[in-house]
C-alpha cells in the first residue's frame, strides 16, 4: 500500500514556508511566485504554527476588506494544521483531504516537517502508478506472442 513516503520521493520534500509576522502581501507574492496554493506558517522558533492558503486570503483578507500590505499573515492564517507522517496511507489522506475539507497536508515525522501533499499530488502519484501498471500489462501481453 502506498504512503506518502512514497509521493514525496517522487514529488521532494521542499516545503515553501512564510513567518508569522510577514504580511499577506509578501505571502501572496511568494505563493504566486511559486504557483502554489499554500505556504506554511512558522514562528521565530522556526516551529509551524499554521498554514496560509488562497482560501484564507479570499475568506480572511478581500472579503473583509483588509489591506494585504498591513495584514500580518498570523492574524489570518488558519492555525493548528491537519498533518500526516510519512507512513501515513494515501487512502487516509484522501479521507482526511475530503473530511477535514482541506488541500495542504504538512508531512510531519516525530516533530519534524519532511515534506507537504496536496490532492494534485496524490491524483500525479496515482497516474503514474496506473501509467506504470499498463505498460506492464503491455509487456506481459506482447512479450507471450
Not at 47 to 67: C, H, K, P, S
Not at 118 to 124: Q, V, W
Amino acid at each position: 500500500m502506498p504512503t506518502v513516503r512514497d509521493v514525496l520521493a517522487r514529488k521532494g520534500y521542499n516545503v515553501v514556508s512564510v513567518g508569522t509576522e510577514s504580511s499577506v502581501l509578501d505571502a501572496a507574492r511568494i505563493m504566486a511566485q511559486g504557483r502554489i496554493g499554500g505556504v506554511l506558517v512558522r514562528d521565530a522558533d522556526d516551529r509551524v504554527v499554521g498554514i496560509f492558503t488562497e482560501r484564507d486570503v479570499l475568506g480572511r483578507v478581500v472579503a473583509e476588506q483588509r489591506d494585504p500590505a498591513l495584514t500580518l499573515v498570523r492574524e489570518v492564517m488558519s492555525p493548528n494544521p491537519v498533518t500526516v507522517s510519512s507512513l501515513t496511507s494515501l487512502e487516509a489522506c484522501s479521507a482526511v483531504m475530503t473530511q477535514r475539507r482541506v488541500r495542504h497536508l504538512p508531512v510531519m515525522d516525530d516533530g519534524d516537517l519532511c515534506g507537504m501533499i496536496t490532492p494534485g499530488d496524490l491524483l500525479a502519484f496515482r497516474m503514474a502508478e496506473q501509467e506504470t501498471l499498463i505498460q506492464d500489462l503491455q509487456h506481459y501481453v506482447f512479450d507471450i506472442r
